[in-house]
């Protein structure tokens, strides 16, 4: 008969990829996860796992195994939520981009802590957070998703806005129109797989309401939106940015807008959630906590 303990091992060996890791997550010794191992595998006669020399991987048996494992111990985690009446011990981990996280997701969670400090959570902040083999509870996303295995709940709309420093356009005059840009020293950033060159616009006027293509060469690029936004500032260049990043910085000064009765490909910002797992009542409400934060007014949006 499986275990819930075994149910731990084996989630706690897929998330961490090796046996030592997941013996250092579940606080005993290497042999002992390997005779556990050797135990359940014998007991459900399949091999679950093959080791190699860069760690191992899950057979189709054993990724039947994690899959099951997950949903089981999630939906264990909810009854102890359910049965204690509302009170949200138990973990809880968020995984978000860099910036965002730091500026808008770590207030909620310092919040959600205060709130239920029964909660063991934890915040991981990553350029791209959100992949289809990520561990998390609840992963905070900007952009679009095609990914059926999870749930995506809308926290905010997130327009991207083409921006540049006051000094810049002094030095190099203010571009009319998008298709401009190619004469112009571009910014980019690199995220989500994007193809960060091809900038989408359409004019809001326009009857046909087209998305129109437009290829930029970038003169500089980064992999972090706060480099990039920086880089604007200091009249390096034109950045195709996030709303939520530049709308502050517009409102300063430091940046204008550019092409304001143009429409720019947004990426509204998103709250996943695993559709393989049963739904924690604390993980249903962070997510609650977190649209808080956003509606009905983003505190970024600029009257």
């Not at 030592?20 to 359940?40: E, G, I, Q």
């Not at 909810?78 to 995984?95: E, I, K, M, Q, T």
């Not at 205060?114 to 996303?141: C, F, I, K, M």
């Not at 359409?202 to 290829?215: G, I, V, Y």
Request: proline share 6%; hydrophobic share 45%.
């Amino acid at each position: 008969m499986i275990s819930l303990d075994d149910l731990r091992f084996v989630a706690a060996l897929s998330r961490t990829g090796s046996l030592s890791a997941a013996a250092r997550a579940l606080d005993v010794t290497p042999p002992a996860l390997s005779m556990r191992l050797k135990r359940l595998e014998a007991s459900l006669e399949a091999n679950l796992v093959v080791r190699n020399s860069r760690g191992l991987r899950f057979t189709p048996e054993g990724e039947q195994l994690v899959e099951e494992a997950r949903s089981i111990l999630s939906r264990v985690e909810g009854l102890a939520d359910s049965l204690r009446g509302g009170a949200f011990a138990g973990s809880l981990r968020v995984v978000a981009p860099f910036g965002f996280g730091r500026v808008h997701v770590a207030p909620v969670m310092a919040a959600f802590a205060r709130e239920y400090p029964q909660v063991r959570a934890t915040l991981d902040l990553a350029e791209a957070p959100w992949n289809g083999s990520v561990e998390a509870d609840v992963v905070v996303h900007i952009g679009a998703i095609r990914d059926s295995s999870w749930i995506a709940h809308l926290l905010a709309r997130n327009a991207r806005w083409v921006c540049a420093s006051p000094a810049y356009l002094k030095r190099c005059g203010t571009p009319m129109h998008p298709r401009d840009l190619q004469q112009h020293a571009c910014l980019s950033v690199r995220e989500n797989e994007e193809d960060v060159t091809l900038w989408r616009y359409k004019d809001r006027n326009a009857s046909s309401r087209r998305w129109e293509p437009l290829r930029i060469s970038p003169t500089l690029t980064s992999n972090n939106g706060e480099v990039v936004r920086a880089w604007a500032a200091a009249g390096l260049g034109i950045a195709l940015r996030s709303e939520w990043d530049v709308a502050p910085s517009v409102k300063r000064g430091e940046l204008r807008r550019l092409f304001p009765t143009y429409e720019f490909e947004g990426a509204d910002i998103l709250a996943l959630v695993p559709a393989r797992r049963g739904v924690s009542a604390r993980v249903s409400h962070f997510v609650e906590c977190l649209k808080a934060r956003f509606q009905p007014k983003t505190p970024w949006r600029i009257p």
